[in-house]
Structures are given as C-alpha cells and as structure tokens.
C-alpha cells in the first residue's frame, strides 16, 4: 500500500503563482511514469504533466512555458511550480505515480486551485 499525500493548492490572482507538491509513502526511485492531472467542474480529468525517472518532461499545450514538473527523490515528492496562472487553469490537481505490476497506480486526494481574475 502506497500513500500519496498532496499539498500547495490554495487561491491565486491571475499572474501569480503555485507550487503543488505530491510525498509518496515510499521511494519514488524509478517509478515510472509520474504525473499531475487536473479536473476542472464539468470537464474530463486531463494530463497537465508527465515525468520520468530519467526526466523527460511532458504538457499539455496549454500549460507549456509556464509549469514545470521535477522529482525530489531524496523527500519522495513530485512538484509541479505553476507560473503566470490564469483563471482557466483553476481546477482540481491529482497526482498519479505508477508504482507498477505488483504495487499498482494510485492517485492523490487532489488538491484544489482556484485562479481569480
């Protein structure tokens, strides 16, 4: 069993900036892929960010420029710094880790970002 524990959610003017973090239970050494996804009233969760344990990076268009994903193997966390928000951005951010065949995917509780205009 894996825990996944989200933080950094808040309310934000437009412009401003966040910085989620997602602490795993356990070694995220390794654990491929890792990801932050957002799910905003009405709409379909949608990948904002993707990471592997060799680093490379994914976005979605939308977010390009302006967020960026990275680990912290040593406090078992992936980040996701979110610059220059917009008001379309706000939603409900989960992080996902794939801790494979045996342990499984799990998801964070979600954390909630709400970007004034």
């Known amino acids: 069993q894996v825990q996944l524990v989200e933080s950094g959610g808040g309310l934000v003017q437009a412009g401003g900036s966040l910085r989620l973090s997602c602490a795993a239970s356990?070694?995220?050494?390794?654990?491929?892929?890792m990801g932050w996804y957002r799910q905003a009233p009405g709409k379909q969760r949608e990948l904002v960010a993707g990471?592997?344990?060799?680093?490379?990076?994914k976005y979605a268009e939308s977010v390009k420029g302006r967020f960026t994903i990275f680990i912290d193997n040593a406090k078992n966390t992936v980040h996701l710094q979110m610059n220059s928000l917009k008001p379309e951005d706000t939603a409900v951010y989960y992080c996902?880790?794939?801790?494979?065949?045996?342990?499984?995917?799990?998801w964070g509780q979600g954390t909630q970002v709400t970007v004034s205009s």
């Open positions: 356990r070694s995220i050494f390794s654990i491929n892929p």
């Open positions: 996902n880790l794939n801790f494979g065949a045996v342990l499984g995917d799990y």
């Open positions: 990471i592997t344990s060799g680093g490379t990076t």
